[in-house]
Nanobody, 124 residues
């Protein structure tokens, strides 16, 4: 059983930055991965970024490339999402997810555990 605890969401002006954190507790497989998804009102949950614990490979959706950076702290079983140059379109509830075995990083159906979500609101 794995639990994910997210933090770092909040209100920020366009062009600003936030860093989200997600700490995982419990047992995960050796080749697990963690990622971030987001869901805006009236929209499906969409992939944002992911990272593999086996080789550190990272994956991003096109709309955040160059602005967001996903990273890990293996000792703390924690994943971070550094978000820079935030835009109003980034406003959403952001969810941390963990996969026992990371297959397709961009697919929400390949993840086994989910955090409670943290609200990110970008204003003008």
């Amino acid at each position: 059983q794995v639990q994910l605890v997210e933090s770092g969401g909040g209100l920020v002006q366009a062009g600003g930055s936030l860093r989200l954190s997600c700490a995982a507790s419990g047992r995960l497989f050796s080749h697990y991965g963690m990622g971030w998804f987001r869901q805006a009102p009236g929209k499906e949950r969409e992939f944002v970024a992911a990272i593999s614990w086996s080789d550190g490979s990272t994956y991003y959706t096109d709309s955040v490339k160059g602005r967001f950076t996903i990273s890990r702290d293996s000792a703390k079983n924690t994943v971070y999402l550094q978000m820079n140059s935030l835009e109003s379109e980034d406003t959403a509830v952001y969810y941390c997810a963990a996969a026992q075995i990371l297959g397709r990083p961009t697919s929400r159906y390949d993840y086994d555990y989910w955090g409670q979500g943290t609200q990110v609101t970008v204003s003008s």
